[in-house]
């Protein structure tokens, strides 16, 4: 069965300091990986994707990832966090067609 | 283009009480998803249609979860009776495509339910 561990349940950053969002999955079969974003009283919206493709993933608002396979990791980056960041931020793994297995979440504070 | 549509956003009921939430899937998306997130977890599914059938539903505690697509659009999820442990956000989100692993799922603002 899948699984994805989200190390950290909350981290917190200065602003313009560099964002670094832990995961790791578990998986029998490749996997396809995803990062998403939670912002207070919205619905979650999808950061970006790694379908097999390139490793290092870019997505959307600076944010990318890079898949690694040796270290069963999917870490997320950001070089410069800023305020509008903060949010709580979920790591996401399926294969096949098994479904969306998402991590506990990590919440991302941003301090000016 | 409008995103999913859910509602109520709040909903406060007693213990054995019956709820039911509503969701709008993005127009032309085949498939939607009815998720539960639990307060500091990351949400599970519970049940999966694509167009008016069920994919996936063994998540669902069907003895007293029940969930329908009609006409392969619009969707209702129902709880009767609740529980105490059923408080948490419900969630609904659609794809475009028949829910393939690399689809994109795009997700409503969730119905918060607390059960007393």
């Known amino acids: 069965a899948q699984s994805v561990t989200q190390l950290g349940s909350h981290v917190s950053v200065s602003e313009g300091a560099l964002v670094l969002l832990r995961c790791n999955y578990s998986?029998?079969?490749?996997?396809?990986l995803f990062w998403y974003v939670q912002y207070p009283n919205q619905g979650l919206q999808l950061l970006l994707k790694?379908?097999?493709?390139?490793?290092l993933v870019k997505g959307i608002n600076g944010f990318e990832a890079e898949f690694k396979k040796s270290e069963t990791s999917f870490h997320l980056t950001k070089p410069s966090a800023h305020m509008s960041d903060a949010a709580e931020y979920f790591c996401?793994?399926?294969?096949?067609?098994?479904?969306?297995?998402f991590g506990k979440g990590t919440r991302l504070s941003v301090i000016a | 283009e409008a995103g999913v549509a859910q509602s109520p956003r709040y909903k406060i009921i007693e213990k054995r009480q019956s709820v039911a939430f509503w969701c709008n899937p993005i127009?032309?998306?085949?498939?939607l998803y009815w998720y539960q997130q639990i307060l500091g977890q990351g949400p599970k599914l519970l049940i999966q249609?694509?167009?008016?059938?069920?994919?996936?539903d063994s998540q669902l505690p069907k003895d007293r979860f029940s969930a329908e697509r009609l006409k392969g659009v619009d969707s209702t999820l129902k709880i009767q009776p609740a529980k105490l442990e059923d408080s948490a956000v419900y969630l609904c989100?659609?794809?475009?495509?028949?829910?393939?692993?690399?689809?994109?799922?795009?997700f409503g603002p969730g119905t918060r339910l607390t059960v007393l």
């Open positions: 989100a659609s794809s475009l495509l028949a829910g393939g692993s690399t689809d994109t799922q795009y």
């Open positions: 998986s029998s079969v490749p996997p396809y």
């Open positions: 790694y379908t097999s493709a390139a490793t």
């Open positions: 996401a793994s399926n294969s096949g067609n098994t479904p969306l297995v």
């Open positions: 127009s032309g998306h085949a498939t």
């Open positions: 249609f694509q167009n008016n059938g069920v994919v996936d």
